[in-house]
């Protein structure tokens, strides 16, 4: 064979291989291509997302054409690289055999590599652009297999019909992603609120948070010894405005039943001046932290309870959840009528402060007359972020520049609440 032969050849093998590129690509492509983002496209005068959106209607349409499409250049490469090698064996005087054996193993790994997972990868990077940008060539093909596909479709359903196997027509489901596209799209567009961008993203999260990421830390937990005397009772129910109330017996891991105030002023509506906690405490409901707050919700709801102790992996109680916590995950901060708005920054103690995640560092720095360094966080929530490289959990410590963070409340990625410790030699306010 001339060299010049020899060079045709390789460049027809070469064309091949990106025509199996090409087929691979498009069918990624056009499976992953979101229907949401296409049809935005379509809404802003693109055509061929129209077009494309008609195909996804009914897959069977491109999948047929795709594969046989594919399979049909495979084995041309595929024969067209056999005969090549076949040919250089020959006018070497090789093994013919031999050679044909290199060839099949060299070729399947290009065929599926650059054939195959290469361009299918790149398609599914940006499915919605690749999809629109080769349709027309795409098109060409199209029409050029979907009968020869369309006839062995018929065959294949033949066949299906002698073995009993009824055929069905396929499913359009729309998935996760495809949803969040469309509730942000919708967004842009004006058709909902940022809030309600925000609520409908937190029911998705729901399911994928856990019992950890929402309890209030054990730090912050009010509870009554078993012991306490009415006068410390009715002192910590006043201050707390809580309507339920953990009891323990010695120390806060072994929590005996949780006090419903309601109980308490029942029995003093009956003239009861003296209350021991242990007769009156209702029975506590206890709850790993790695549990789901989707699960817990449903258990909660269903055994109409709206409190559960939270217990870590060695058995003691790491906090606390509610039914509002719970819900808060979902439509955000509920205040009840003894909650006043929500304070960006306030003193609860001596060197003691609650400080709102979303406060920000040059306002923290003025308060403080610190400077606290940050490469690129502008929140104290960002800045804690930044410390730990990881979402922290409720109750969860970093110290620096003579403060100690202390993690207070959590929603979904956001830090809402952060207890600030001011150490010793700082300036208090």
């Known amino acids: 064979m001339e060299l010049s032969s020899w060079i045709y050849y390789l460049l027809a093998l070469i064309l091949l291989l990106i025509f199996s590129a090409f087929f691979s690509g498009m069918e990624a492509a056009l499976f992953s291509a979101s229907r949401i983002k296409l049809e935005s496209m379509a809404l802003h005068g693109s055509i061929v997302a129209k077009k494309i ?43 013919q055999s031999s050679a044909i054996a290199i060839t099949t193993i060299g070729m399947t790994i290009i065929i599926v590599l650059f054939g195959e997972m290469i361009p299918k990868s790149i398609s599914s990077y ?28 018929l065959v294949s359903k033949g066949f299906l019909v002698l073995f009993g196997i009824k055929h069905e027509k396929q499913r359009v489901f729309v998935d996760h992603t495809e949803v969040l596209d469309m509730l942000h799209l919708s967004k842009e567009e004006g058709i909902i609120k940022k809030n309600e961008e925000e609520m409908i993203f937190s029911i998705f999260e729901f399911g994928d948070t856990h019992v ?57 509506a009956s003239g009861k001046s003296e209350i021991e906690l242990k007769n009156i405490a209702r029975e506590a409901y206890f709850v790993p932290e790695t549990k789901r707050v989707d699960e817990l919700f449903r258990e909660m709801q269903n055994k109409k309870i709206q409190m559960a ?55 923290f720095n003025e308060v403080f007359g610190k400077n606290l360094p940050s490469q690129e966080a502008d929140t104290i929530g960002g800045i804690i972020l930044e410390r730990l490289g990881r979402l922290p959990h409720p109750g969860e410590e970093v110290s620096f520049d003579g403060f100690k963070f202390i993690v207070n409340k959590i929603r979904g990625r956001r830090i809402l609440k952060v207890k600030v410790i001011l150490k010793s030699g700082g300036k208090e306010i």
């Open 126 to 153: 940006r499915p919605e652009k690749v999809s629109i940008t080769f349709y027309p060539p795409f098109l060409f093909f199209w029409y050029i297999f979907f009968p020869f596909a369309w006839f062995l479709s």
């Open 53 to 95: 959106l008609e195909l996804k209607k009914k897959p069977e349409k491109f999948i047929g054409p795709i594969v046989l499409g594919n399979n049909f250049i495979n084995i041309l490469a595929s024969v067209l690289a056999a005969y090549l090698s076949v040919s250089f064996a020959a006018a070497r005087q090789l093994s």
């Open 309 to 363: 102790l939270v217990f870590e992996e060695y058995g003691g109680i790491s906090g606390l959840v509610t039914m509002e916590d719970l819900l808060e995950e979902i439509v955000g901060e509920i205040q009840d009528e003894h909650e006043k708005g929500e304070e960006i920054f306030q003193k609860i103690g001596e060197n003691a402060y609650l400080a709102s995640g979303t406060m920000g560092i040059d306002e």
């Open 212 to 268: 950890r990421e929402v309890m209030t830390p054990r730090v912050d937990i009010v509870a009554l010894p078993v012991d306490a005397n009415m006068e410390h009772i009715l002192d910590v129910v006043v201050q707390s405005n809580h309507s339920r109330i953990p009891v323990y017996a010695e120390k806060m891991d072994e929590i005996i039943g949780v006090l419903y105030t309601k109980d308490l002023f029942k029995l003093f």
